[in-house]
Nanobody, 125 residues
Framework: QDHFVESGGGLVQPGHSLRLSCEAQ????????VGWFRQVPGKEREGVAC??????????YYDRSVKGRFTISKIKHRNTVYLEMNSVKPEDTAVYSC????????????????WGQGTQVTVSS
């Protein structure tokens, strides 16, 4: 079954950095838009960052809560998408998941499929 496998989560102190990885299983991530999303208990899943397919060349989307701190990147032919998280804050604590879609307009979870299980990120001193 086509899906993503996320890794890299863990406990990190406020102000520090963390890099999440998202490996595509069974399909080629280059051909798809890929997004990173996060969810905390009791709240809806929200889009954090989205990047178009490798041939699109559009500027990635970032939610305003992470813009300037997080960077999404997709290494061509490596089938892996990364989320570099810098200057993390306690409010960044969530389960982070990635997913793929044909394209996106608003980096909404509804535009994506092939979800992974997610990786927990906890920001705490």
């Amino acid at each position: 079954q086509d899906h993503f496998v996320e890794s890299g989560g863990g406990l990190v102190q406020p102000g520090h950095s963390l890099r999440l990885s998202c490996e595509a299983q069974g399909f080629i991530a280059d051909y798809y838009a890929v997004g990173w999303f996060r969810q905390v208990p009791g709240k809806e899943r929200e889009g954090v960052a989205c990047i178009s397919s490798s041939d699109d060349g559009n500027t990635p989307y970032y939610d305003r809560s992470v813009k300037g701190r997080f960077t999404i990147s997709k290494i061509k032919h490596r089938n892996t998408v990364y989320l570099e998280m810098n200057s993390v804050k306690p409010e960044d604590t969530a389960v982070y998941s990635c997913a793929a879609g044909a394209a996106y307009t608003s980096c909404s979870p509804a535009e994506f499929g092939y979800w992974g299980q997610g990786t927990q990120v906890t920001v705490s001193s």
